[in-house]
C-alpha cells in the first residue's frame, strides 16, 4: 500500500470517527483487504451519511423508499394490500422520475388504488418535510392543495376521496405525525398545516387560486368533448379534461416548478373507452419524449387482469382475440387459424376465464377486459364510406349551417325550390344554454326498389334532405326558442309545403301549440324511446337511399353513434354530440311513418321490410 493511499485511508477513517462517531464502520473496513475497496467502502458510506444529514435538515426524519412505505406496517403496509405486480408498478412510478401517471386500459387492475397510492406516497414526502414552504419557495400562509378530480364532484369524493381519508386514518405514521382535522369532512385538513386534501368537480375553474401540488384527476376518457361548442370562440370543440388537465398543469407549473421540474405527481385515471381518448393522447406524448430525449416524465399503467393479478386466479389455457385494425371489426379467432405476420400486433391471448364474455358480448369485452377501444368497433354505422356518400350531394339551402341567432342570424339560400309540391318534414332538437339545439328538413322524392338477392326484393322511401342548421348558445344566454319557430314560418312563406314538425320533448308543448295553431300538424318524436327511428335511418343511408347536404358535423356524429346494447339504444360517446343526427333520424322517420308519403308515390307499405306503424295524418 502506497503512502498516498494510506493517508487517504486515514483521513477517511479520522472523518468518520470525528465527524459521525462511527468506529463500527472502520470496523467493518478491516474486514476488507483490498485497500482501494476499503476507501470506496468509506467513501460510499460517508456520502450515505452526509445525505441523511442533509435530509434531516430538510425533513423530520429522513424519508423512505416507496418500497418501504407500501411494504412496512408503520406507514402503509398493512393499510393497502396490494397485488405483487401492482405494488412493483406503483414503485416504479414513484421513483421520482415522473411528474405525471397515466393510469389506463382494462377495469380490475388496480388504477384507481395505485393512483391513491401514488398521491399517499407524495403527500408523505411533502408532510415529513420541516417547512414544505420553504422547500417550494410559497408564502408561509399559503396552502398547499392536493386535489381529486373527475366528472361530477360527487363521484370524486364518495369513490377516491372518502378511501383516500380511510386510508390515511389507518396509517400510524400519518395519524402520529400528520393528523387531519376529524370534524372536517369535506376536506382532509392537517393540524397546524396549511396543506390540505380536497375532492373538486368536474369543471376547469374548481381549482381557480389553489396551489395545486398534486392529485387525481379520475374518469378522464369519460368527460366530454362538445363538438362545436358555444363555450370556444368560433364554435370549436370543448374538451372537458384538456381544459381540466390544463388548469390544474398550469397551478402546478406556476407554484412549484424549479429548473423544468415540477415536483409531486398528477395521477390521470381513465379505462378504455374510445380510440383518441385522453389516455391514447397522454401515451403518445410519452413516446415523442421517449423518442425525442430517450427519457419521459410520464409513467404509463396499460394493464389486463392476467397481467397484474395473481396467476393462480386465471386458467393456464388461452384463446385469441382479434382487436380490430381500424378497418377490420374484431373477432374471436377460431383455435387452427394461421396468424398473418402483419396481424400479430393486433393479436390478443386472453384466459379461456373469459370466453363467456367475449362470446355474449364481443366489442363490451375488447373495451372493458382487453383494454381495447377501437374507434369504430362498436359503432352503430360501420361503414363510414356511406355516410360520407349520403351527405354532399345537394346544397344546404342554410349557409352558413349554423347560428346563434346573435352574432350569426340563420341565413336561407333564396333558391328554386326541389319539388316544390311534395309535402315536408322538420325535425327539432331543443336546447337551451348548456347544447346546441339543431333543425333539419326533409321530404321523400319517391320510393326505390332494392334487390336484396335470392328473388328478395325491398321497396324504401328516398329522403332528400333540404336543410340542416346547428343552433348554439352564446355567452350563457339561452337559445331563443320563438326564433326557431319564426324559422318555421319563413321557410313556409317562402314556399316551402311544411305539413309535418315533431320536437323530442325538451320544452316542447308551447312549440307544438303554436304550429298546430298555423295548421301544421306536429307533435313529440323522442329518439331516446326508442331505437326504430336510427335503426331505420342506418338501413336507408346503407342502401344509399338518403341525400343530404355536406356537413362535417352531420357525418361526424353519424359515424360516432354507438349502440348500447344492455340499454338496447342508440348513443353518442361522450367525445361527441348527436344533435343534428337526431334531427336527421327524426325526418327519416317521420316520413317513412307518415301514409300521406306512401299514398302520394302509390306504394303499398306490405311491399316493404320496415314493418313500421304508421301513424294518423291528422
Keep these: 500500500m502506497s503512502a498516498e493511499l494510506d493517508q487517504h485511508l486515514a483521513e477517511l477513517e479520522d472523518i468518520l470517527l470525528e465527524k459521525y462517531e462511527k468506529p463500527e464502520v472502520i470496523e467493518a473496513g478491516q474486514d476488507v483487504a483490498d485497500p482501494r475497496r476499503r476507501g470506496q467502502f468509506y467513501i460510499a458510506v460517508i456520502e450515505d451519511l452526509e445525505a441523511r444529514q442533509a435530509a434531516m435538515q430538510k425533513y423530520r426524519e429522513p424519508p423512505v423508499s416507496p418500497e418501504v412505505f407500501f411494504t412496512d406496517p408503520y406507514f402503509m403496509g398493512d393499510t393497502v394490500k396490494l397485488w405483487p405486480k401492482l405494488k412493483a408498478e406503483i414503485i416504479k412510478a414513484c421513483s421520482g422520475n415522473f411528474v405525471e401517471a397515466v393510469l389506463t386500459g382494462a377495469i380490475g387492475t388496480g388504477k384507481t388504488t395505485a393512483a391513491l397510492c401514488i398521491m399517499a406516497y407524495y403527500l408523505y414526502r411533502v408532510m415529513n418535510l420541516r417547512s414544505p ?81 398534486g392529485g387525481l384527476i379520475d374518469e378522464v376518457n369519460h368527460m366530454k368533448v362538445v363538438q362545436q361548442s358555444a363555450k370556444r370562440q368560433r364554435g370549436e370543440a370543448h374538451d372537458q379534461m384538456l381544459e381540466n388537465y390544463r388548469a390544474i398543469s398550469r397551478r402546478r407549473e406556476s407554484r412549484f416548478q424549479r429548473i423544468g421540474k415540477v415536483p409531486g405527481m398528477l395521477c390521470l385515471v381513465g379505462s378504455a373507452n374510445y380510440a383518441g381518448q385522453f389516455t391514447d393522447r397522454k401515451t403518445k ?145 331543443l336546447a337551451l344554454s348548456m347544447d346546441n339545439a339543431a333543425v333539419t328538413m326533409a321530404h321523400c322524392p319517391g320510393f326505390k326498389v332494392i334487390d336484396r338477392g335470392g328473388g328478395m326484393k325491398d321497396t324504401l322511401p328516398r329522403i332528400r334532405v333540404d336543410g340542416m342548421l346547428s343552433i348554439r348558445p352564446t355567452g350563457g344566454s339561452q337559445i331563443p326558442i320563438h326564433k326557431i319557430k319564426k324559422l318555421v314560418f319563413v321557410l313556409r312563406d317562402m314556399g316551402y309545403k311544411i305539413k309535418w314538425v315533431s320536437l323530442d320533448g325538451f320544452q316542447s308543448a308551447d312549440f307544438i301549440q303554436t304550429m298546430r295553431r298555423s295548421q301544421i300538424t306536429s307533435g313529440i318524436l323522442s329518439l331516446d324511446r326508442t331505437p326504430e327511428p336510427y335503426m331505420l335511418t342506418k338501413q336507408l343511408i346503407l342502401d344509399g337511399l338518403v341525400e343530404g347536404p355536406d356537413s362535417e358535423l352531420a357525418c361526424t356524429e353519424l359515424k360516432d353513434l354507438v349502440w348500447i346494447s344492455q340499454k338496447q339504444k342508440v348513443d353518442h360517446p361522450t367525445e361527441s354530440s348527436k344533435d343534428l343526427a337526431d334531427t336527421i333520424a327524426g325526418c327519416c322517420y317521420g316520413l317513412a311513418t307518415k301514409r300521406a308519403v306512401w299514398v302520394k308515390w302509390g306504394v303499398d307499405p306490405r311491399q316493404s321490410s320496415l314493418m313500421l306503424k304508421q301513424g294518423k295524418d291528422e
Excluded at 392536493?146 to 372518502?162: C, E, H, I, K, R
Excluded at 383494454?371 to 356518400?389: E, M, W, Y
Design 133 to 213: 414552504h420553504d422547500e417550494f419557495d410559497l408564502d408561509q400562509n399559503s396552502e398547499i392543495a392536493f386535489v381529486m378530480q373527475s366528472v361530477t364532484g360527487g363521484t370524486a369524493y364518495t369513490v377516491d376521496y372518502m378511501r383516500f381519508r380511510r386510508m390515511l386514518e389507518n396509517s400510524p405514521w400519518f395519524q402520529i405525525n400528520a393528523p387531519h382535522d376529524a370534524e372536517k369532512k369535506a376536506t382532509i385538513q392537517f393540524k397546524n398545516s396549511t396543506v390540505f386534501v380536497q375532492p373538486l368537480p368536474g369543471t376547469e375553474t374548481a381549482a381557480i387560486g389553489e396551489n395545486v401540488f
Design 285 to 429: 406524448e410519452r413516446d415523442r419524449q421517449l423518442e425525442r430525449d430517450g427519457d419521459t416524465t410520464i409513467y404509463v399503467y396499460d394493464k389486463r387482469p392476467w397481467e397484474v393479478q395473481p396467476d393462480d386466479r386465471f386458467s393456464p389455457e388461452r384463446f385469441r382475440v382479434f382487436l380490430g385494425d381500424g378497418t377490420r371489426r374484431p373477432r374471436v379467432m377460431p383455435d387452427h387459424e394461421k396468424v398473418h405476420p402483419g396481424d400479430a400486433p393486433f393479436i390478443m391471448e386472453v384466459p379461456v376465464d373469459y370466453r363467456n364474455a367475449f362470446d355474449s358480448d364481443l366489442p363490451g369485452a375488447v373495451k372493458d377486459i382487453a383494454g381495447v377501444a377501437l374507434h369504430g368497433f362498436s359503432n352503430f354505422i360501420p361503414n363510414f364510406a356511406a355516410i360520407k356518400a349520403a351527405f354532399g350531394k345537394r346544397q344546404n339551402i342554410f349557409n352558413p349551417d349554423w347560428c346563434d341567432f346573435a352574432t350569426q342570424g340563420a341565413r336561407i339560400i333564396k333558391h328554386g325550390i326541389t319539388d316544390p309540391d311534395v309535402d315536408r318534414y322538420l325535425h327539432v332538437d
